[in-house]
């Protein structure tokens, strides 16, 4: 064959759509996505279909589970083992199922979040409710069709006649969509379907009376609001916000601890215990001591306050804000319909597509039970017609070579009855036999008076239904063990009524900031060394005391403040991180001033050009990554001087040495603009600023103090250009720093 009879040109647009769209088709409907009718996915489907074949009922002993893989992977599921085994894990998990469909021997893993045991070591078999939903499978309750490789058959969907869908929830990723449906209680279900069936116009919120919201297996409390979950439900999208139940224990005088008795739903409690662990060594759980798991079969996590006088609710709001002990669990109420289309369904939908199925499945089976009773009224019917003359169907039988047509000719019998007449045994031909036929014919007659009215009658399938409801109820409803609500419900707390501040445990901190920018936030109060260590070519730049509770405030050269956590800055370990991640800082800008915050206190700011004001600390604080611009400042000027606005007098000196004292009084305080002009100059600008009391003189950067009569001549009014620094002034010109 020549090569060109092999190759094909196509365009790769189209053979790439085509292989992405048949891929997609496969992972939404063979995949990820539920049924709406069953509740189940392909995989979840095969798994219990295959147990019923291998006869492991509720009642018979259990099978290896690598039997149950083997024999599911072999004929209906050609994918990994793994992967099987895993689906069939967690519907054996009553921390996972709130309906387990199999019951498990051996280690199917914990809440832990410890790996079950292999599949060659443990057991399985179906529970009640994985075989309820198979029941009606062998009475045409669904439709079949071929395996992978066409040599069995599968069920399309299950009879289901339990509501799976709502009761154990799914969850899934699909090609651009997803599902992840909660678990519900039952008893509230099978409620809210007697109502639908009895008023099918029904509103959503009349439904939402009986199904009040989630039933998670692990139980805590929903803490979601009342119009948030309706809203949910209507739409078939939204999220429940669910807690840990905890309640206060006393100790010993006056001490007390919390209990855990309940985690949200699909948290990991070995995890759970790692995180918060991890959080009291970072000290991001100032409240919390210890955490300790006395767990047994029941949760019980013990969290130790540091102090007894810490309220325990306040201690939680922070605990439930930085851990897994509140979750918010996502609601997208995404199935496939009757049709195999995937939809977003509301509540009422769901509901509605059950008792659609569930009524098509009784008239199905109706439908086959009267075909077997057609079938078996036929043959009796025969039996009776030769009962009353069974020596001449003897005499026929004994002296034909070929007995069924003359039985046929001698008692008008069908074919099928003349089969059944000379299969019929020697020990049936008795008067008794004949009474039971009779009984067997009357009951049949009976029975199929009853199915015909039930096929025709809309009332009587709504009877069944509302039956079969009330049989659910009665053997997993509220009133036992399994069905009893887990999950209650309570008001969502204001958690901003806790104070942040609060949340913090004061230490004390030294900042360092190098010449880079590289900033760390080192234990105690320290003074700078030479064992402080730096990057090579860098060195150390600000260094200032602090507490863990501070705001660290920083006034760049583009007239920009910003504000940091002292409590988010690095550890001393290491060189630190530049300053420039945690704040919009831009490249080609640099730090003029770092220092604490101090509410109430005024600030000096002056740009390199001179000009300058007054600004309260209070008005600089930013709330954002960005900073707040106070000091705008032209395109060729920096700023260059934050100090405190303190005393009566304030100082000015510039790269000239040229230096003037005027009063602060002159100085207008304002929240943010340009300021207005301190000290002319001919040449280059301002070299730093100060401000001081008069009485007290004024300390330059070496630490000498002048007094106030070596300062006369240097008095004068704001604008002015000033005088030459008298001898002895510092040769980089600068006053004491003040931060």
Same mark, same amino acid.
């Given at each position: 064959?020549a090569?060109?009879?092999?190759?094909?040109?196509?365009?790769?647009?189209?053979?790439?759509?085509?292989?992405?769209?048949?891929?997609?088709?496969?992972?939404?409907?063979?995949?990820?996505?539920?049924?709406?009718?069953?509740g189940?996915?392909?995989?979840?489907?095969?798994?219990?279909?295959?147990?019923?074949?291998?006869?492991?009922?509720?009642?018979?002993?259990?099978?290896k589970?690598?039997?149950?893989?083997?024999?599911?992977?072999?004929?209906?599921?050609?994918?990994?083992?793994?992967?099987?085994?895993?689906a069939?894990?967690?519907?054996?998990?009553?921390?996972?199922?709130?309906?387990?469909?199999?019951?498990?021997?051996?280690?199917?893993?914990?809440?832990?979040?410890? =790996?079950?045991?292999?599949?060659?070591?443990?057991?399985?078999?179906?529970?009640?409710?994985?075989?309820?939903?198979l029941?009606?499978l062998?009475?045409?309750?669904?439709?079949?069709?071929?395996?992978?490789?066409?040599?069995?058959?599968?069920?399309?969907?299950?009879?289901?006649?339990?509501?799976?869908?709502?009761?154990?929830?799914?969850?899934?990723?699909?090609?651009?969509?997803?599902?992840?449906?909660?678990?519900?209680?039952?008893?509230?279900?099978?409620?809210?379907?007697?109502?639908?069936?009895?008023?099918?116009?029904?509103?959503?919120?009349?439904?939402?009376?009986?199904?009040?919201?989630?039933?998670?297996?692990?139980?805590?409390q929903?803490?979601?609001?009342?119009?948030?979950?309706?809203?949910?439900?209507?739409?078939?999208k939204?999220?429940?916000?669910?807690?840990?139940?905890?309640?206060?224990?006393e100790?010993?005088?006056?001490?007390?601890?919390?209990v855990?008795?309940?985690?949200?739903?699909?948290v990991?409690?070995?995890?759970?215990?790692?995180?918060?662990?991890?959080?009291?060594?970072?000290?991001?759980?100032?409240?919390?001591?210890?955490?300790?798991?006395?767990?047994?079969?029941?949760?019980r996590?013990?969290?130790?306050?540091?102090?007894?006088?810490?309220?325990?609710?306040?201690?939680?709001e922070?605990?439930?804000?930085?851990?897994?002990?509140?979750?918010?669990?996502?609601?997208?109420?995404?199935?496939?319909?009757?049709?195999?289309?995937?939809?977003?369904?509301?509540?009422?939908?769901?509901?509605?597509?059950?008792?659609?199925?569930?009524?098509?499945?009784?008239?199905?089976?109706?439908?086959?039970?009267?075909?077997?009773?057609?079938?078996?009224?036929?043959?009796?019917?025969?039996?009776?017609?030769?009962?009353?003359?069974?020596?001449?169907?003897?005499?026929?039988?004994? =002296?034909?070579?070929?007995?069924?047509?003359?039985?046929?000719?001698?008692?008008?019998?069908?074919?099928?009855?003349?089969?059944?007449?000379?299969?019929?045994?020697?020990?049936?031909?008795?008067?008794?036999?004949?009474?039971e036929?009779?009984?067997?014919?009357?009951?049949?007659?009976?029975?199929?008076?009853?199915?015909?009215?039930?096929?025709?009658?809309?009332?009587?399938?709504?009877?069944?239904?509302?039956?079969?409801?009330?049989?659910?109820?009665a053997?997993?409803?509220?009133?036992?063990?399994l069905?009893?609500?887990?999950?209650?419900?309570?008001?969502?707390?204001?958690?901003?009524?806790?104070?942040?501040?609060?949340?913090?445990?004061?230490?004390?901190?030294?900042?360092?900031?190098?010449?880079?920018?590289?900033?760390?936030?080192?234990?105690?109060?320290?003074?700078?060394?030479?064992?402080?260590?730096?990057?090579?070519?860098?060195?150390?730049?600000?260094?200032?005391?602090?507490?863990?509770?501070?705001?660290?405030?920083?006034?760049?050269?583009?007239?920009?403040?910003?504000?940091?956590?002292?409590?988010?800055?690095?550890?001393?370990?290491?060189?630190?991180?530049?300053?420039?991640?945690?704040?919009?800082?831009?490249?080609?800008?640099?730090?003029?001033?770092?220092?604490?915050?101090?509410?109430?206190?005024?600030?000096?700011?002056?740009?390199?050009?001179?000009?300058?004001?007054?600004?309260?600390?209070?008005?600089?604080?930013?709330? &954002?990554?960005?900073?707040?611009?106070?000091m =705008?400042?032209?395109?060729?000027?920096?700023a260059?001087?934050?100090?405190?606005?303190?005393?009566?007098?304030?100082?000015?000196?510039?790269?000239?040495?040229?230096?003037?004292?005027?009063?602060?009084?002159?100085?207008?305080?304002?929240?943010?603009? &340009?300021?207005?002009?301190?000290?002319?100059?001919?040449?280059?600008?301002?070299?730093?600023?100060?401000?001081?009391?008069?009485?007290?003189?004024?300390?330059?950067?070496?630490?000498?103090?002048?007094?106030?009569?070596?300062?006369?001549?240097y008095?004068?009014?704001?604008?002015?250009?000033?005088?030459?620094?008298?001898?002895?002034?510092?040769?980089?010109?600068?006053?004491?720093?003040?931060?």
């Amino acid at each position: 064959m020549a090569l060109e009879d092999i190759v094909r040109e196509v365009d790769l647009k189209e053979a790439l759509g085509e292989r992405y769209l048949a891929y997609a088709l496969s992972t939404i409907m063979q995949r990820a996505l539920p049924d709406v009718r069953d509740g189940l996915k392909p995989v979840h489907r095969r798994l219990l279909y295959a147990m019923q074949r291998l006869k492991l009922d509720p009642n018979s002993s259990f099978k290896k589970c690598a039997r149950v893989v083997g024999d599911v992977m072999g004929q209906f599921h050609p994918h990994g083992d793994q992967s099987i085994y895993d689906a069939l894990v967690r519907l054996a998990q009553n921390f996972s199922l709130r309906y387990p469909l199999i019951d498990g021997q051996g280690n199917f893993g914990n809440i832990d979040g410890d =790996n079950p045991a292999a599949m060659r070591y443990t057991e399985s078999r179906l529970t009640v409710i994985g075989e309820l939903l198979l029941d009606g499978l062998d009475d045409d309750g669904a439709d079949f069709k071929p395996n992978y490789n066409n040599d069995d058959r599968e069920p399309v969907i299950l009879p289901g006649g339990f509501p799976n869908l709502l009761a154990n929830g799914a969850a899934g990723i699909a090609v651009g969509m997803a599902t992840n449906i909660p678990p519900h209680n039952l008893d509230e279900i099978a409620q809210a379907l007697i109502h639908l069936i009895a008023a099918p116009n029904a509103r959503d919120e009349t439904l939402l009376q009986y199904i009040k919201g989630p039933d998670f297996p692990t139980g805590g409390q929903i803490v979601e609001p009342a119009e948030s979950i309706a809203e949910a439900y209507r739409t078939g999208k939204g999220g429940f916000r669910v807690r840990a139940r905890w309640n206060k224990e006393e100790g010993a005088r006056g001490t007390w601890v919390v209990v855990v008795t309940e985690i949200p739903y699909q948290v990991q409690k070995g995890k759970l215990i790692e995180k918060m662990a991890e959080l009291i060594g970072e000290k991001k759980l100032p409240f919390l001591d210890d955490v300790r798991d006395e767990s047994a079969e029941d949760i019980r996590l013990v969290l130790i306050p540091k102090s007894r006088n810490i309220e325990p609710e306040l201690m939680m709001e922070q605990i439930f804000r930085l851990t897994d002990l509140e979750t918010r669990f996502p609601l997208n109420m995404t199935v496939l319909d009757a049709n195999q289309t995937p939809r977003v369904m509301s509540l009422k939908q769901t509901l509605v597509a059950y008792l659609d199925h569930q009524r098509g499945v009784m008239i199905r089976r109706a439908s086959h039970r009267l075909a077997k009773i057609a079938d078996r009224l036929e043959i009796l019917d025969g039996y009776l017609s030769v009962f009353l003359d069974l020596d001449k169907v003897i005499r026929i039988i004994r =002296n034909s070579d070929e007995p069924k047509p003359e039985l046929i000719k001698a008692f008008k019998l069908s074919d099928v009855q003349a089969e059944a007449i000379l299969n019929m045994r020697l020990r049936s031909l008795r008067k008794l036999e004949e009474m039971e036929i009779r009984q067997e014919h009357t009951a049949l007659k009976s029975e199929q008076k009853d199915l015909k009215a039930l096929v025709k009658s809309e009332e009587l399938q709504n009877d069944k239904l509302k039956a079969s409801f009330q049989e659910l109820r009665a053997k997993f409803g509220a009133k036992t063990v399994l069905g009893k609500r887990r999950s209650t419900f309570s008001d969502a707390p204001t958690i901003e009524d806790v104070p942040m501040e609060a949340l913090v445990e004061k230490e004390p901190i030294t900042v360092i900031c190098s010449e880079k920018g590289w900033i760390r936030a080192m234990k105690g109060h320290i003074e700078p060394s030479e064992d402080l260590k730096f990057k090579d070519g860098d060195k150390g730049r600000f260094a200032v005391k602090a507490q863990t509770t501070d705001k660290l405030v920083l006034f760049a050269t583009n007239g920009r403040f910003f504000t940091l956590d002292c409590s988010q800055l690095p550890g001393g370990r290491g060189n630190g991180e530049p300053v420039r991640l945690m704040c919009d800082l831009e490249n080609d800008q640099d730090i003029v001033a770092m220092f604490v915050h101090q509410p109430g206190r005024k600030l000096l700011i002056a740009s390199s050009s001179g000009r300058g004001f007054v600004v309260p600390e209070d008005e600089v604080i930013a709330q &954002k990554k960005g900073g707040r611009q106070v000091m =705008n400042v032209d395109p060729l000027e920096e700023a260059k001087v934050c100090t405190p606005a303190s005393g009566d007098h304030v100082a000015f000196i510039g790269e000239n040495r040229k230096m003037v004292i005027f009063k602060l009084a002159d100085v207008p305080e304002m929240a943010k603009g &340009k300021g207005v002009t301190m000290q002319k100059y001919k040449d280059g600008g301002l070299n730093d600023a100060t401000s001081f009391t008069w009485a007290d003189g004024l300390r330059d950067y070496n630490g000498r103090t002048w007094e106030k009569g070596e300062l006369g001549d240097y008095r004068g009014e704001r604008a002015q250009a000033g005088r030459l620094a008298p001898k002895g002034w510092p040769k980089n010109g600068k006053f004491a720093p003040e931060f």
